[in-house]
């Protein structure tokens, strides 16, 4: 086994995360993950109060091992998302954007690991001061809402500027890209593309396949999906959307707003008040702000029910070189048997083979 700081911190017995991805990180997913070794991350965004503390109890009767949910840190009920995690005991609380310091201390007061996810060696140091266990920080190589900056440049310089474990995210999905991340002096890997394509993912088969069939080249970051900048498959919707017109663009997010209040049950003043949240905290225009409507709803119809013409595919880069779909057990052990075949390779001066491969990556 590969011991770092991230396994001691945990519990887990692998330096490997599983991302928590809105409408696929369930408990089926997460709880295999967590069986599997690794750290599986529940997706609550797009989970209302009541679903979450369900989704939490049904991981806990898959598995008893160590797991964590992802929280968005502007909900309007992130208070109440906090206490239920210290009530169910949840090992982890992750968030896709810097939570409140007083959130911090509550979490961190009851015993819950705090790991925000970073875009930026500004916003790693700032988490930092503020108490956080560690930090997940991505790369542009990953999926979904990314940054311009490749993980080979960011990680190295976020692993200099803080004191607590890093996890590297953001074009990882093999033993050699955590031998990688660990020769960086990153404690661990996550990867959300490579778990999306698992036997244990409930994404439909069909989209599946359509992630299969994909090469380097056919991913894109846009800004049209909500606003900014976002890292999803090539789709004629893609493209529709990035010719529409900034008027029907809009037209588009507020129906997509209220397909999205009916699927949560959020009252008009509780996304007002999200809203403004979510414009003072990301920075964000009033026209950017409905936009953001746009990616649940879009992503639900793709991921969820299965209808790539309707819906938008969040991906990695890793999507054009990933070809097979093992289950969860399969993925994390390979990612570990290799990595420990190349950093063996590395300290016994054995000589590479020609293709960089190995029989653990095949």
Known sequence: MIRTALTELVGVRHPVVQTGMGWVAGPRLVS???????????ASAT??????DSAIAETKQRTDRPFGVN??????DATQRVELLIRQRVRVASFALA??????????DAGVLVIPSVGAVR???????????AVLVQGGEGGGHTG???STLLLPRVVDAVDIPVIAAGGF??????????????????????FLLTRESTVPEQVKQRYLACGLDDTVVTTRVDGVPHRVLRTELVRRLEQASGPRALLTALANAVRMRELTGLRWADLLREGRAMRRRRNLSWAQVVMAANTPV???????????????LASGQVAGVIEDLPSCAELVAGVVAQAEQVMDRMTRGHRWPSNGADAASR
């Open 173 to 194: 999905f093999d033993g050699r890209g955590l031998a990688a991340a660990l020769a960086y002096g990153a404690a661990g890997i996550a990867m959300g593309t490579r």
């Open 32 to 42: 295999a993950t967590a069986e599997a070794g690794g750290l599986g991350i529940l």
């Open 71 to 76: 929280l968005r840190a502007d909900a309007v």
């Open 298 to 312: 879009l992503l639900r119809a793709g991921l969820v029910q299965g209808d790539a013409r309707a819906g938008v």
């Open 148 to 150: 311009g900056v490749a």
């Open 47 to 52: 989970m209302t109060l009541s679903e979450l």
């Open 123 to 133: 916003h790693a140091e700032k988490v930092a001061s503020w108490g956080v266990d």
């Open 99 to 108: 939570p409140r310091p007083e959130l911090i201390d509550r979490l961190k």
